[in-house]
Every structure is written in structure tokens, then in C-alpha cells.
């Protein structure tokens, strides 16, 4: 199916056809297929997609459309309103507008705001008026504190990864927003998953809506490969895997922040251009590596869960889970970042003595067998240790360290009285 048949105005087609061409979309995905006719029918929409499906051009070709059709206005006026989880995909979607919209006769004026850097160029930004804003909950709040924008005027709301948007608590922004905005409104969601807390937030937030869900045809060809190893070996085996030819850029994930440090560090010492990705480095730093790697400038990019949500880098081949995701449903997420856009990925999953539990347990909650298999030269010495219960998915091990969390359900379980 070409993008001229997904219902799209003849008035702004072609430019938006010339631009898609440009940037690289040969043809629809399939949730573009199903998402963008009800999109511009103003419908709204429960999208489930996983990573890398097409999810943002879905939305944005619509939203584009609907900026072009609607008369100018002076000042301008906030019309369209996307949030997101994580200040790298809000950088990536204000991206795709741009991109997308590059050839339309009149473009609309977008504008970012994130939290973790200065509050005062976004609201230089917003004094002219934004016809779209890609936003983070909570620096949406701060702009609103400041009446740097209104949101009376919304026509169109986004809710971008909405589920990670409430794994990473917030819900109560996401509801004092919902009070900020005009009830006559098109709203669209779009998840990787459909737990009850999504649904009651499309309960409260939606009107009516219809639902898409992709079939098994949109699911990324990723080859997914576990590595027993043992746990102080992990580095040298990395090192040994980043000769092959395919492993030319590869993001690897570990558990947190000061390891991406260490992990980089080591990388560096043994010769390989590689880089950390987390929450305590200035936006401007984090946009200047993610373009680096993006430029394959980097060979490897190190990177805790949360500052990698969002990161799409074209034809990116390999992941590694250098140390295994906490929660069973990040396992999704981060291999997710290759085989994207109908490419092949891979995905490697490093399994040692103290993880062995865990790595069954996601294996289990994600309906995948992938067996951890021995490499010669890598053989493990450690002994099996002690299984560890894992009561939901969001427990778990971290390394070999319970979390907090852990504790405080072990202490309970301790403390009840036997029956």
C-alpha cells in the first residue's frame, strides 16, 4: 500500500510524499497503514505497536495535515501537543516533524521542552508561539507554572509510549495535564503494551476510541543469543565479540550509571571509541553523543535503561545486555533498538552464575526460549547460585545486588507470621 492511499489531502500529499522520499520511507508500516486513515478521520485511538514499527510517522504525517488544513493564526496558538517519555524521544519526534514537514509550503513551528536543562531558553522559545510542542510531563508543568503557554487550544493530544510514560510515575502529571485541556479534543495513544493502568488512563482520556494493534507481521527480525559467562569475565568477552565484522555499532546496556562509566572507561583503555549514556550528563552533551553514535563516530555507546528510551539509530546491528534488564518488560525495550524499520538485528544477552534465575524468569514473561548457550574460550567457573524468587516484573535482579525493593518484600515476607 502506497502513503497515497492512507487517506491523506491531495492539497498536502505531494510534499509530503517528496519529504517522506527524502528521508527514507519507501512505503507505509503496517501501523501507519491501519493509524493514519483514522487519524485523519479525527478519531480517537489506542495504538499498540512495539519499538521501531513506524509508530511516530503514524501520527506525525496526520498531525502535519491537520497544521496545513487549519487557517493561519497570529500570534500563533498551541493546537497540537505530543508527551513523551524521556528527553531523547521527545528530541526525536520534534525530528520527524521537521523532517517530514520540510516541504510543505508552510511549516509549523515546533518546539521542545524537557526537563534537566535550563527553563528559561524553552520559555524564550514559546514567547513567539508554537504551533507544535513535544514535551516531557513534568517540564510541561514548569511551563504551565510559568503561563509561558496555555493548553486551552489543544486540538490534538499524544501520548507518546504511554506505558513507559507511567512505568516512570507519571501519572499524576499525565492526569493534571488531561484537567489543563479542552474536553473537545482528538486524543491518541500509543503503547508497546495494554496493561490496566493504560486502560483506565484511555478510559479517562478518550473518547470512544478505536483500537489497532499490529499483527505478527510488523515484529522485528531480531536473532536473540544468551552468553553464560561469568560475571568478571564479562568485559573481556565484549571486547572479543566487538572484532566480529557485524558488531560495528552497538549499544550495550548495564544496570546503572556509574557502571556505563566504568564499562566505557575499560572500553577506551582496550583501544575501542566508546562512550556513556546517562542521566547525569548535560542534555547538550547526551544530543552531541547520541549524534556521534548516530554518525557511527562511536563503535559503542554504553547506556543505563532510561536515558536509551527512545534512541533510533538507523540500521543499528547489535545490543547487548551487559547486565540483564530489571524488570522482565524492559527485556523488549532495549532489544527493540535494532532490526528496526525492516532490518535484521541482533541482540545478546550475557547470563552469569547469579543471573540465571532471572534470565529464566524473562524469558518466561516475554514467550521466548533463548537457551544461554557456552563460548569456547569463555567457559564459566562460577557455581550456580541460589535462585532467587522474583514475585512480579517489577522485581528482579540488578547484578548480583537485590534492589531495595527486593529487601523490603524479603523483610515483609520475613516478618509474617507463619500460618
Not at 500563533?76 to 520540510?102: H, I, M, N, W, Y
Request: aromatic letters at 4%; one cysteine or more; charged letters at 25%.
Amino acid at each position: 500500500m502506497p502513503f497515497s492511499r492512507l487517506g491523506l489531502s491531495p492539497y498536502v500529499l505531494p510534499a509530503l510524499q517528496q519529504a517522506l522520499s527524502q528521508a527514507g520511507y519507501e512505503q507505509p508500516t503496517p501501523i501507519q497503514q491501519q493509524a493514519v486513515p483514522l487519524i485523519v478521520q479525527g478519531r480517537d485511538l489506542v495504538a499498540l505497536a512495539p519499538t521501531g514499527s513506524g509508530k511516530t510517522a503514524a501520527y506525525v504525517l496526520p498531525a502535519l495535515q491537520r497544521f496545513v488544513l487549519a487557517p493561519p493564526r497570529k500570534p500563533r496558538v498551541l493546537a497540537q501537543l505530543v508527551l513523551v517519555p524521556t528527553r531523547e524521544l521527545a528530541l526525536q519526534v520534534a525530528d520527524v516533524f521537521v523532517t517530514l514537514g520540510r516541504q510543505l509550503a508552510r511549516q509549523p513551528r515546533v518546539v521542545c521542552t524537557v526537563g534537566g536543562v535550563s527553563i528559561n531558553p524553552q520559555m524564550m522559545a514559546l514567547r513567539g508561539g508554537a504551533d507544535v510542542v513535544v514535551a516531557t510531563p513534568g517540564r510541561l508543568l514548569d511551563l504551565l507554572a510559568h503561563n509561558a503557554l496555555s493548553l486551552k487550544q489543544v486540538q490534538l493530544l499524544v501520548l507518546d509510549e504511554a506505558d513507559r510514560l507511567l512505568e516512570l510515575g507519571f501519572g499524576d502529571e499525565l492526569r493534571q495535564v488531561l484537567a489543563e485541556l479542552p474536553t473537545r479534543r482528538q486524543t491518541l495513544l500509543f503503547s508497546a503494551s495494554f496493561p490496566p493502568d493504560i486502560e483506565s488512563l484511555a478510559n479517562a482520556g478518550l473518547r470512544e476510541p478505536q483500537r489497532v494493534e499490529i499483527g505478527e507481521q510488523a515484529q522485528p527480525e531480531i536473532e536473540q543469543r544468551a552468553i553464560r559467562i561469568d560475571a568478571v569475565r564479562r568485559t573481556e568477552l565484549l571486547l572479543s565479540l566487538l572484532d566480529e565484522p557485524q558488531w560495528r555499532q552497538v549499544l550495550v546496556f548495564v544496570g546503572s550509571r556509574r557502571d556505563s562509566d566504568r564499562l566505557a572507561g575499560q572500553l577506551r583503555t582496550a583501544g575501542v571509541n566508546a562512550q556513556a549514556l546517562h542521566g547525569d550528563l548535560s542534555q547538550g552533551r547526551r544530543m552531541r553523543m547520541l549524534q556521534a553514535f548516530k554518525d557511527s563516530e562511536l563503535q559503542v555507546l554504553v547506556a543505563t535503561d532510561v536515558a536509551a528510551r527512545g534512541i533510533d539509530i538507523a540500521r543499528l546491528p547489535v545490543v547487548v545486555n551487559y547486565d540483564l534488564p530489571r524488570s522482565p518488560a524492559d527485556y523488549l525495550h532495549r532489544i527493540g533498538r535494532t532490526g528496526r524499520a525492516g532490518e535484521k538485528g541482533l541482540a545478546v544477552s550475557f547470563v552469569d552464575a547469579a543471573s540465571q534465575a532471572h534470565w529464566r524468569l524473562i524469558c518466561k514473561r516475554n514467550a521466548v526460549q533463548v537457551d544461554a548457550a557456552v563460548l569456547a574460550g569463555f567457559e564459566p567457573d562460577e557455581a550456580v547460585a541460589t535462585e532467587v524468587r522474583v514475585a512480579d516484573d517489577n522485581g528482579g535482579i540488578k547484578g548480583r545486588r537485590p534492589s531495595k525493593k527486593d529487601r523490603l518484600r524479603a523483610a515483609a515476607a520475613a516478618a509474617k507470621p507463619a500460618e
